[in-house]
């Protein structure tokens, strides 16, 4: 009984925002006031929410993919997706600094690898129909 006690009173759950190693990210006891374990839990959420901006969340199939395949297939990768938010959203929602700012840089990395491949293909794409009408004259 008195152990149970003891865990209770060292298991101190943040209301407010605050900046520090001493943090309960996701499980109890991790990252158990380790620095080393905290720089893990950073680089966790960092990774999830980078990788959540990677996930597609429009349509990838090709067309004339069979219906249930290409349903089941976008499942999931939404299934993944929101898994990884839920989890981005609980790290976050332990009022850790740290843990808010490498979710956010996080997502704003991701955000702009996945937008400026975009761009990239947009315009390659564009240029290849530009030389081809050019071609065709």
Do not use: C
């Not at 893990?40 to 219906?67: D, R, Y």
């Not at 993944?80 to 700012?101: C, D, E, H, K, T």
């Not at 996080?106 to 240029?127: C, M, P, R």
Request: hydrophobic share 55%.
């Amino acid at each position: 009984m008195k152990m149970i006690h003891m865990m209770k009173e060292d298991m101190k759950m943040h209301m407010n925002l605050y900046w520090g190693k001493d943090a309960i990210i996701l499980f109890p006891g991790w990252p158990n006031q380790s620095l080393g374990m905290y720089i893990l839990a950073l680089s966790f959420v960092f990774f999830l929410a980078l990788v959540v901006e990677f996930l597609p969340n429009k349509s990838t199939i090709k067309q004339g993919t069979n219906h249930i395949k290409g349903g089941l297939i976008q499942a999931i990768i939404y299934f993944f997706r929101i898994s990884f938010l839920y989890l981005v959203m609980l790290a976050v929602m332990s009022f850790n600094i740290g843990i808010f700012i490498a979710a956010v840089v996080g997502h704003t990395i991701g955000f702009f690898l996945v937008k400026s491949h975009d761009i990239f293909a947009a315009n390659k794409e564009q240029n290849r129909e530009s030389a081809m009408t050019i071609d065709d004259i």
